[in-house]
């Protein structure tokens, strides 16, 4: 992910930071009504070798466009690696904003589709390539309130590396953008938003009574940004039969960066029983079945660190590693020797600003996945970018 979506939101900053900073290479079409309309973006190509060394992974994966730490395949015995060249422009991405005022107070609204994780048998590589686009954000601001879909509350995007994947720091990175309702007084946030469960064996249940809660400080000391969430949630499934059963998962989120004059580093610890979804893309479900036909969340613990380093005003690199460790009960349905006990990968890049908003990026990526079992396997990638901001 790059660095034109990333927010840095800090003590004492309002709500509406978050329209402006995502907002920050738009160009202004006009004012309309007293409405300011803005429209921005970018055109981004990548290129990449991957180097499966325990199975092959389908062209339809989504782990071939972009890293997925529950997709890399693992083998107990001794296999062939696989590599693959994908090529593709899906992360490109179109966003529309409006300012305005209405009884003295800011009325911001925002909308962003990109073409990635679509139905990706549906794009036919032989002639058109063609993408269907889907929507990543659309919310409305009104002073110190959001309503609509956005980041999480619970996730601190400036937080995020300055990586060519994707994500960067994707095994312990929480990452979810989802409906919600969010109220900013000062450095506090707090929202409810969108719940869902992810049970182990079972898949998403769509079953939840309540909404999922987050609360949020921010601050910042001199060079230090730093973002405190907590999560609680309501866990549920009801397969229609024996198993109709709540469990409560709460979350900690300790993110930040610190700047060491124009370089960087930033850091995070994301904890808690039954992130589930939350963090690793949903590397491991939220919860299980027990004997009793209960739900038991599933503890985690993710780390990550990177460094960002400024070469000159052309050149940069970004040095990134990240890992999550899951505690799992095997003796829950669902749990077994083949769930993913935990992943890791690390990364290091070097960019160069071709032109004013041209960015040339190359990345070089090794990633791991264990299971329970002990059975691992790991994925290296080379992967190049081109990348026009507008």
């Not at 921005?40 to 466009?65: I, N, T």
């Not at 300055?162 to 946030?189: C, K, L, M």
């Not at 909404?211 to 230090?224: E, G, M, Q, T």
């Not at 052309?314 to 935990?342: C, H």
């Amino acid at each position: 992910m790059t660095s034109a979506t990333k927010s840095v939101l800090t003590g004492g900053l309002a709500s509406a930071v978050l329209l402006t900073a995502v907002t920050a290479h738009s160009a202004t079409i006009g004012t309309f009504n007293n409405t300011t309309v803005k429209i921005g973006g970018y055109v981004k190509l990548d290129a990449m070798f991957s180097d499966f060394s325990d199975g092959p992974v389908s062209g339809d994966s989504f782990a071939r466009d972009f890293y997925v730490p529950s997709a890399t395949p693992v083998a107990t015995t001794t296999t062939n690696s696989n590599t693959y060249f994908d090529m593709h422009a899906r992360q490109s991405r179109v966003h529309l904003a409006t300012e305005s005022k209405v009884g003295g107070k800011k009325l911001n609204s925002y909308i962003e589709i990109d073409f990635m994780v679509t139905d990706v048998t549906n794009s036919d590589e032989r002639i058109s390539n063609s993408n269907s686009p889907r929507i990543r954000h659309a919310f409305i601001e009104y002073d110190k309130w959001l309503f609509g879909q956005t980041w999480s509350t619970f996730q601190n995007t400036a937080s995020l590396p300055e990586s060519v994947d994707f994500i960067g720091n994707t095994d312990a990175g929480i990452f979810v953008r989802q409906p919600q309702i969010r109220y900013t007084y000062e450095s506090w946030q707090f929202s409810i938003e969108n719940p869902e469960t992810t049970v182990a064996g079972v898949g998403t249940t769509n079953d939840n009574e309540l909404p999922d809660f987050v609360a949020r400080y921010n601050l910042k000391h001199n060079d230090l940004s730093l973002s405190i969430a907590g999560l609680l949630r309501q866990l549920t499934y009801n397969d229609g039969g024996a198993i109709n059963d709540s469990t409560t998962s709460w979350g900690l989120s300790i993110t930040g960066k610190f700047m060491i004059n124009k370089n960087d580093i930033r850091f995070g610890l994301n904890t808690g029983g039954g992130l589930g979804r939350y963090i690793g893309l949903n590397v491991a479900p939220g919860a299980a079945v027990n004997s009793s036909n209960n739900l038991e969340a599933i503890d985690s613990l993710g780390l990550f660190v990177s460094y960002r380093h400024l070469w000159n005003q052309k050149w940069r690199s970004n040095f990134m590693f990240s890992t999550i460790d899951i505690d799992n009960n095997t003796a829950l349905s669902g749990v077994g020797g083949g769930s993913t006990k935990g992943t890791s990968s690390g990364r290091v890049n070097l960019l160069f600003d071709w032109a004013k908003n041209l960015t040339l990026g190359g990345e070089l990526a090794l990633a791991n996945r264990e299971l329970e079992s002990g059975t691992d396997g790991d994925l290296t990638r080379l992967q190049f970018m081109a990348m026009y901001k507008f």
